[in-house]
C-alpha cells in the first residue's frame, strides 16, 4: 500500500462519512448524498426482470433472458450503472471503501423476499490488483452484507489466477472462455450443495456472473443468486427511454 492509499485509510478511520455527500462533497450531515446529487442516482426500485433484475419497462422477463437464461437463478441490483452511480462505483473502488456500508443497506433491502443463503462468495481480485487497489472492493460489500444477513463470507471458494483481458471486442462465448481461464474453484468443500450469494460490484454484459456461477454449480453448490450494486440497464428500456426522450424534445420545440 502506498503513501496516497494510506492517507485514503488514515482518513477513513479518523473522520466520519455521512456528514459530506459523497458525490459533490457539501455538507449533508447525515446523509451519503445532498438533494441534487440524489437525483443524478437512478435506484433500481422499479419495474425490473424478475430474473437479471435490470430495469425494464414491465415487471417480466426480459428478451435477453428469455433468449438465454443465466446460470444464477436470479440477480438484485441496487442502482441502474449510470450518472451518479457510475461515479459512485468508481469512488468504491478508488479509495472509498467505506461506501460499502451505504452500498450494503441497499443490497440488503433489495435481498428481503430471497431464501436464506447458506454462504456468500465474491468475485475475486488477483494479489497483483489487491496491492495496487489496497483491497477488493468486492470482498468488502461481501462482508458488508454479509454482518447483516448473519452469513458466512467463504473466502476460498474462489481464486483469480490471471488478470481479465482486454473484451470489449469479444463475442458473448469468447468472452466466457476468457474469464473461464482466469478464475477457478479453489475450494468445492466449501460451495457443495449449499445456496449461495455472489456478490460484486457490477453487472455489464454479465459474463463474469455467468462464468462464476457455472463454475460454482459445476463444483456441486445446489443454487446461486447474484446481487450487484450497480448494473447497466435492460436494452429494450434503454431504447424506449431514448425514444421518449426524443419524443418529448419534439413536442416542446412544436410547442415552441
Known amino acids: 500500500m502506498d503513501i496516497k492509499q494510506l492517507r485514503k485509510r488514515l482518513a477513513e478511520i479518523l473522520f466520519p462519512k455521512d456528514f459530506t455527500c459523497d458525490i459533490c462533497g457539501v455538507e449533508t450531515f447525515g446523509d451519503n448524498l445532498c438533494p441534487d446529487c440524489k437525483k443524478t442516482v437512478a435506484f433500481n426500485f422499479g419495474t425490473t426482470c424478475p430474473l437479471c433484475g435490470r430495469r425494464t419497462v414491465r415487471p417480466e422477463l426480459c428478451l435477453e433472458c428469455k433468449e438465454k437464461p443465466p446460470a444464477f437463478k436470479r440477480a438484485v441490483s441496487a442502482i441502474v450503472h449510470q450518472d451518479g452511480g457510475v461515479f459512485l462505483v468508481k469512488k468504491f473502488k478508488d479509495g472509498g471503501a467505506y461506501l460499502k456500508e451505504f452500498f450494503a443497506d441497499l443490497l440488503v433491502r433489495k ?138 424534445q419534439k413536442r416542446r420545440k412544436n410547442r415552441e
Not at 139 to 150: D, H, I, K, M, Q
Not at 151 to 174: F, P
Open 111 to 248: 435481498l428481503e423476499n430471497f431464501p436464506k443463503f447458506d454462504g456468500i462468495v465474491f468475485v475475486p481480485a488477483t494479489k497483483k490488483s489487491v496491492r495496487k487497489r489496497g483491497y477488493n472492493q468486492s470482498l468488502l460489500l461481501a462482508e458488508s452484507v454479509g454482518e447483516r444477513l448473519g452469513v458466512e463470507v467463504i473466502k476460498d471458494a474462489i481464486e483469480k489466477v490471471a488478470e481479465t483481458r482486454e473484451q470489449k471486442n469479444l463475442t458473448r462465448a469468447e468472452r466466457q472462455s476468457n474469464l473461464a481461464s482466469c478464475f477457478k474453484i479453489k475450494n468445492k468443500d466449501a460451495v457443495k450443495d449449499k445456496t449461495l450469494l455472489l456478490v460484486d460490484d457490477v453487472l455489464t454484459t454479465g459474463a463474469t456472473a455467468e462464468t462464476l456461477c457455472s463454475l460454482l454449480l459445476n463444483a456441486g453448490a445446489k443454487s446461486v443468486y447474484l446481487a450487484t450494486v450497480t448494473c447497466v440497464e435492460n436494452k429494450i428500456f434503454k431504447e424506449q427511454n431514448a425514444s421518449d426522450i426524443k419524443s418529448s
